[in-house]
């Protein structure tokens, strides 16, 4: 804990100086605080940018979530995991690689690979973060998010086949305002945020934001109680800088970044299916499966998961009014990121059962757009444009599984591995809205793109000499007809020992017409596609305040190479671009005088050649990992959201959604190897009902605000694979912590946020107390198979704190 005291001590004593500053000014301010009447809020009063120009919420005819700064605030969104539970639709997965997972209407990848695109693109300010694991730390110092639901591949591109998530950072202001807050929190957590904005000389505006955190461990080993594990430490920051060069002339600049060397979490060990029934470790068998606890997991002895990541990123937007109605905007971005010492535990137990240590990767993106684009009072508006984007990744890992069953069989210990892919996206875009008359709007969008990757990829050993040793020995096995393979006619040419530094994997596949050699080597690879999204509408107002829309769009997901320990080239082999066919109708609707709005949609998604990991039979090891692709699934569902400000004082939202997914078409091998026919399932991380509700109320008592509020989400079961126990035949020594029908299963759960406070009537400082999960409900996020071994990894437990925010003008 003192390298983390160390490293982040000094920005959180700054955010305390700066809160305490702003807390004397505040102190002097509450005494003319202004006894004016709290206007109304609601969702008409929320400007997005869901259409490339700002629009009022109410006005866009698209399924869009927007959540404002001071509701995020108030819900204590700080992480991912917190925004999926104030999102309907929107769930977040915890990988073993602490690579984030976001599956939006049932629309999500499931691959830690840091080189796999997400199915929800992520946006700040409108310039991409393009991979999850650059989106860490984002939500600080907002003015809202963004949630756009559905296929948005004509105006964000490739890779927003579930939607799309915007996080718009709050704007430097034209007068001087500071501001933060301090909280501290269950497990000696610190958290800070502030920021100073205003101007700095004539015509150019600042801000700069900071937002930190450090925290002592939150797991403990349930079979060594004095390891500890799941230190918080990370700082994020943001410079914005505003120049107004002309009046036709705007520049706008955008510096963030982030550090984070907290502890990944250990998941809980729960289930026992071995491959190799007959050599599982004697100490597997026996040992006690982790306690129904949050904070119970286990990890190798003195040698817990750790990491240290990095981004940074620059954007420059310029905007020029060609005309009184016309703009050229260029958006363009590089961003980098770092992940080094990296240790993720695999299994969550003490054995080496397929942990990876000496993790490294690095990721470097650049993108350009430029668009040119009316005003938004024309009768047609428009908007058309151009992207680029360039994204290099590089990964290395080192695999440690001497101790699963596997290990005595194949005579290896463990390997390492190394990768590097290339992405290259081009586009192309134009939108389109026309207002037939002043109720009826139709409206049109296409881009087309293109994308190209290189990939390499090389498994070699980790320094004993048995990965090198037993390649070798299969490769020369092969070579001489010793391990007879079909349709392979034996050279009967030696194989030279591999070195440890030599790639090992073999080369089984029929690349560009040249046969497989069955040589051990380096794959080299390249994937080139290209497709053509779209989106056709009509939006019908009969009056003002309601709006009705249906929407028909097609997107499309970007294929991929797969990062993992490959035995042959079968494995590493890309999965080709997934599509959704998305047809959609909704509704907004004001009512009451603009104090509740209710909105409402339905959809039906055609889901072709869905990406997600799977298996591949090989000649010589018998079934592989690898990504493959589901020829046909459907996703059908509604939504319904009501929100607003029935009372004086009283803020409501309660959302609720039902989807039902289906695999129609897809058969490949279960977990124990039997080939199964998957059609029926539904797909894995999406919870058929989920209820999102919160309500915050606030009176005036003289020249203060007391308030009390609540959140609630629930969802119902979800798989966490394709067809959770089907297929499944248990061999001997299996065991399992669960029924075997919920051994794959995120069960259903609620979970109950409370908050209460007071703050000064002019808002000069807020102080609050609050507790997540108060009930201190167990769940899991997420099950996952560890060779041998099934895991979970469990939700947070009950955390409960206090916060003191100021800010003054």
Request: proline fraction near 5%.
């Amino acid at each position: 804990m003192q390298s983390f005291v160390n490293i982040y001590r000094p920005i959180l004593l700054g955010t305390a100086a700066i809160v305490g500053l702003a807390a004397s000014a505040a102190a002097a301010q509450t005494g003319a605080a202004s006894q004016e009447q709290e206007p109304s809020l609601d969702s008409a009063d929320i400007v997005v940018t869901a259409n490339k120009r700002e629009q009022s919420l109410n006005d866009v005819g698209l399924a869009v979530t927007a959540l404002s700064g001071e509701a995020l605030k108030n819900q204590q969104v700080t992480s991912l995991s917190d925004l999926s539970r104030a999102v309907p639709s929107l769930t977040f997965q915890p990988t073993q690689y602490s690579t984030p997972v976001y599956t939006l209407r049932g629309v999500g990848f499931y691959d830690s690979t840091l080189a796999s695109y997400p199915t929800v693109s992520v946006y700040l300010d409108e310039a991409p973060q393009p991979l999850p694991v650059m989106t860490s730390h984002t939500a600080f110092d907002l003015e809202r998010i963004e949630v756009l639901k559905g296929p948005q591949g004509t105006l964000f591109g490739n890779n927003s086949t579930g939607g799309a998530i915007n996080f718009i950072a709050a704007k430097p202001t034209d007068s001087f305002e500071a501001g933060g807050d301090l909280s501290y929190s269950r497990f000696s957590r610190v958290d800070g945020n502030a920021y100073i904005s205003g101007p700095l000389a004539e015509n150019l505006t600042g801000r700069i934001a900071i937002n930190g955190a450090m925290g002592d461990d939150w797991q403990y080993s349930y079979t060594r109680p004095h390891e500890r594990n799941g230190q918080v430490g990370y700082i994020a920051g943001r410079i914005l800088l505003d120049w107004d060069a002309t009046s036709s002339l705007r520049f706008r600049l955008n510096l963030n970044g982030w550090r984070d060397s907290s502890d990944p979490a250990a998941p809980q060990f729960v289930g026992l299916i071995p491959q190799f029934p007959a050599t599982v470790p004697g100490e597997l068998l026996t040992l006690p499966f982790a306690p129904h606890n949050a904070r119970a997991a286990d990890w190798e002895p003195y040698s817990k998961p750790n990491i240290l990541e990095k981004m940074g990123q620059a954007v420059l937007r310029g905007d020029l009014d060609l005309t009184d109605s016309i703009t050229l905007t260029s958006i363009t971005s590089y961003s980098a990121y770092s992940r080094d010492n990296g240790r993720f535990e695999f299994d969550g137990t003490a054995l080496a059962n397929g942990d990876y240590g000496e993790t490294f990767g690095r990721v470097d993106s650049f993108s350009q757009e430029l668009r040119i684009a009316n005003s938004g009072n024309q009768r047609v508006r428009w908007v058309v444009g151009a992207n680029y984007e360039r994204t290099n990744t590089r990964e290395r890992s080192t695999l440690n599984f001497s101790e699963i069953s596997a290990a005595p069989i194949f005579g290896f210990t463990g390997d390492r591995l190394r990768s590097q892919q290339n992405m290259r996206n081009y586009a192309g875009f134009a939108n389109v809205e026309f207002d037939v008359i002043d109720q009826i709007t139709l409206k049109g969008g296409i881009r087309y793109t293109q994308a190209d990757r290189s990939f390499s990829n090389c498994t070699y050993d980790r320094g004993d000499g048995t990965f090198a040793a037993t390649f070798t020995g299969i490769a020369n096995g092969i070579q001489f007809g010793a391990i007879p393979i079909p349709g392979f006619t034996p050279t009967f040419t030696p194989v030279a020992p591999l070195a440890n530094d030599q790639c090992a994997a073999l080369d089984n596949v029929t690349f560009d017409g040249t046969p497989a050699t069955y040589l051990p080597g380096e794959l080299r690879a390249k994937l080139n596609e290209d497709n053509v999204s779209w989106r056709v509408g009509v939006d019908f107002k009969p009056r003002k305040g309601l709006l009705f829309y249906g929407n028909v769009a097609r997107g499309y997901k970007a294929g991929s190479f797969p990062f993992l320990s490959g035995a042959s080239f079968e494995q590493s082999r890309a999965v080709t671009q997934e599509s959704i066919l998305s047809f959609e109708a909704g509704f907004k609707a004001e009512l009451f005088d603009r104090r509740i709005n209710l909105t409402g949609a339905g959809f039906y998604y055609k889901y072709s050649d869905k990406q997600l990991r799977g298996k591949v039979p090989d000649p010589v090891f018998g079934l592989l990992e690898a990504l493959v692709n589901v020829p046909r699934s459907e996703l059908k569902g509604v939504e319904l959201e009501v929100s607003g400000n029935p009372i004086r004082g009283l803020s409501i939202g309660v959302a609720g959604s039902y989807i039902d997914s289906k695999i129609l078409e897809f058969s490949n091998f279960s977990r124990t190897n039997s080939f199964t026919d998957f059609a029926g399932s539904p797909i894995p991380y999406t919870p058929k009902w989920q209820l999102n509700a919160s309500a915050d109320y606030k009176w005036q008592v003289g020249n203060v605000k007391p308030f009390v509020g609540a959140s609630y989400n629930w969802r119902s079961d979800q798989n966490a694979n394709i067809g959770g126990s089907r297929g499944i035949v248990l061999p001997a020594n299996s065991r399992n912590d669960y029924a075997f029908d919920d051994l794959f299963k995120i069960k259903s759960y609620g979970v109950l946020d409370l908050r209460a406070g007071v703050e000064a009537a002019d808002g000069a400082w807020k102080l609050s107390v609050w507790g997540k999960n108060v009930t201190n409900k167990y769940y899991s996020t997420n099950v996952q198979t560890a060779y041998d071994a099934i895991v979970r990894f469990a939700g947070m437990p009950v955390t409960y704190g206090v916060t003191l925010g100021v800010k003054f003008k």
